[in-house]
C-alpha cells in the first residue's frame, strides 16, 4: 500500500523513471511526448544540463539561508535579470516557491498598499469568471471555477467575477473585435460602479486563459480598456501569468503583446520550468516605495521564499530562455504546431476552435461546429481523450470548463521548447488517435 496522499484517491498511476528531452518515461520504459509540460511547466524538456548543473554548484555552496538574515547572489541576480526584461515600470521582485504563493503574495501586496496610501475601504477583489488563479484561499477566491470554489466558500475573501474576453463564444456575430473588447471590458467599470469605486482593490486576469478555457487570448485592445478603467478608479491591475509567462506565448512576458504593463505581474511554473518549484510577484517601484517609505515592512513572507538553489535554477532557465533564444523557438515551433493542427484538426466536426498563442495552444471540442453546441458533459469527454492520449504516449492538458453555465471540453497543449518537427507530427498524430478513440 502507498502511504502517498494522492491527487485523486482512485487513480491508479505508472511511477516516473526519468526524462529524457521532450519525454517522460515510466519504470516500464514506456515514453510519453510531453505535449502539455505537465500543467505548462517544463518549458526545456526534461534533461537540460545547464538548468541542473546550475542547481548542483548552488547546493555544494549552500542550500538555503533564511531570508530573514541573508540575501544570496542567484536571488539578487534573478531579480535583476526579471527586471531588465519585465514590462515598463516593473521594478521588484518578491520570490516565491509557487504560482498560488505570488497570488497570495499579489492580493496582500495590493491590500497593504491601499492601507499605506490611506485607502482602508478597498477590499474587494473583482475577476473573470473562467479563471484560474491557484489552490489556496485567497487564489481559489479569485478564481471564477465554481466547482472548485464552491465547497470553500464559507471560507473566502470577497470576490466578484466578471466576463472573460472569449471572442469564440462572446463575440456577437456582426460585431467587430474592436467592438466585443471594449464591450466586454467595460462590465469592469460596470461592477466597479456597482461595488463602489472607493472599496475596490484589485482586477486580476490572466492575459491568456490556461486551465479553464484552455489558451484563450483577449482580443486586441480589450486590456488597454481594461488598464485604463483601471487608472480611471485607482483600481490596481494584477496580472497572473503563473502558466502563460515566461516565454510560452512567444515573448517573455505574455501582457507585452497587448501591449499594457500592469501594476502587480505573477509568474510561475516556467521560472523553474518544473527543475525547482519556484514563483515570483512583481510589481512597480510606487507600490513598492509606498510600503518601503510607510511601515517599511510587507507584512508577508514564507520559509522557503528566495531559496537560493530555486533561484540558481531559475537563473539558469532565463539564461536558456533569452541567451539561447528559447523565447524566439517558442514562437516559431508554435507557429508550426499551430498550422500542423489547423491542417489536421481544422475541419474537424468535433472541433470548433484552435487558438493561442506561441506554445500555448488550445483546441474546442464541440458536439455542433455550426451551433458550437457543447458536448454533454456527463460524457466527460475531456477525461477520456486525457487518458486516450496518455495511453497512446502523449501527456495532453483536457479540461472541462464552463462555458455559458454549462461545461465544454477543451485541450491545452504547451509542450517545451526544445521540440523538434518530428515531434510535433507526434504530437498531431497520437492526438488524432485519442480523439478518434474518446468522441
Ligand atoms: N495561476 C495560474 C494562471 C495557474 O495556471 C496556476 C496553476 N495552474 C496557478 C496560478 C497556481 O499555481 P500553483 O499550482 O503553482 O500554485
Not at 544570496?72 to 541576480?77: F, G, I, Q, T, V
Not at 477590499?123 to 481559489?140: D, K, M
Not at 479540461?399 to 477543451?410: E, L, P, W
Request: include cysteine; hydrophobic fraction near 45%; glycine fraction near 12%.
Amino acid at each position: 500500500m502507498s502511504h502517498i496522499f494522492p491527487r485523486n484517491s482512485r487513480a491508479r498511476l505508472p511511477v516516473i523513471d526519468h526524462g529524457d528531452g521532450v519525454y517522460l518515461v515510466d519504470t516500464t520504459g514506456k515514453r510519453y511526448l510531453d505535449g502539455s509540460g505537465g500543467a505548462a511547466v517544463s518549458c526545456l524538456g526534461h534533461s537540460d544540463a545547464a538548468v541542473t548543473a546550475a542547481i548542483r554548484a548552488q547546493l555544494d555552496r549552500v542550500a538555503f539561508a533564511h531570508t530573514g538574515f541573508f540575501t544570496s547572489d542567484p536571488a539578487e541576480r534573478l531579480a535583476d535579470a526579471l527586471i531588465a526584461h519585465a514590462p515598463e515600470g516593473l521594478d521588484r521582485v518578491y520570490l516565491v516557491s509557487g504560482g498560488s504563493e505570488a497570488v497570495e503574495a499579489a492580493l496582500k501586496l495590493a491590500r497593504q498598499y491601499a492601507l499605506e496610501t490611506g485607502q482602508p475601504a478597498r477590499h474587494r477583489v473583482i475577476a473573470r469568471r473562467q479563471s484560474y488563479h491557484g489552490n489556496t484561499l485567497g487564489a481559489l477566491a479569485t478564481g471564477g471555477n465554481m466547482w472548485r470554489r464552491e465547497p470553500f466558500a464559507p471560507l473566502m475573501i470577497e470576490t466578484t467575477h466578471i466576463a472573460p474576453c472569449y471572442a469564440y463564444r462572446g463575440q456577437d456575430p456582426g460585431e467587430s473585435a474592436a467592438a466585443y473588447g471594449h464591450r466586454v471590458a467595460n462590465e469592469l467599470e460596470a461592477e466597479i460602479l456597482r461595488l463602489g469605486p472607493e472599496t475596490v482593490l484589485a482586477f486580476v486576469a490572466e492575459p491568456v486563459v490556461g486551465a479553464t478555457l484552455g489558451a484563450v487570448p483577449a482580443v486586441e485592445g480589450y486590456f488597454h480598456r481594461i488598464r485604463d478603467i483601471c487608472d480611471t478608479y485607482g483600481v490596481l491591475l494584477i496580472l497572473d501569468e503563473v502558466m502563460c509567462g515566461m516565454g510560452r506565448t512567444g515573448t517573455l512576458f505574455a501582457c507585452t503583446q497587448d501591449g499594457i504593463a500592469p501594476d502587480i505581474l505573477t509568474i510561475a511554473k516556467g521560472l523553474g520550468a518544473g527543475y525547482q518549484p519556484v514563483g515570483a510577484m512583481l510589481c512597480t517601484a510606487a507600490i513598492h516605495d509606498a510600503i518601503a517609505e510607510g511601515s517599511g515592512f510587507f507584512q508577508h513572507g514564507h520559509t522557503y521564499m528566495g531559496h537560493p538553489a530555486a533561484a540558481a535554477a531559475a537563473l539558469a532557465v532565463l539564461g536558456r530562455l533569452t541567451d539561447d533564444g528559447l523565447v524566439a523557438r517558442a514562437r516559431t515551433m508554435g507557429a508550426r504546431l499551430r498550422t500542423a493542427l489547423e491542417d489536421a484538426f481544422g475541419q474537424h466536426p468535433h472541433i470548433g476552435d484552435i487558438r493561442g498563442r506561441g506554445l500555448f495552444l488550445g483546441l474546442e471540442l464541440v458536439a455542433d461546429r455550426e451551433t458550437k453546441q457543447p458536448f454533454d458533459p456527463a460524457r466527460k469527454l475531456h477525461a477520456r481523450l486525457k487518458a486516450a492520449a496518455f495511453e497512446a504516449g502523449l501527456i495532453c492538458y483536457p479540461m472541462g470548463g464552463t462555458i455559458d453555465g454549462r461545461q465544454g471540453d477543451h485541450v491545452l497543449l504547451a509542450p517545451p521548447f526544445i521540440l523538434e518537427d518530428t515531434h510535433i507530427d507526434e504530437i498531431v498524430t497520437k492526438l488524432g488517435t485519442a480523439l478518434a478513440q474518446s468522441l
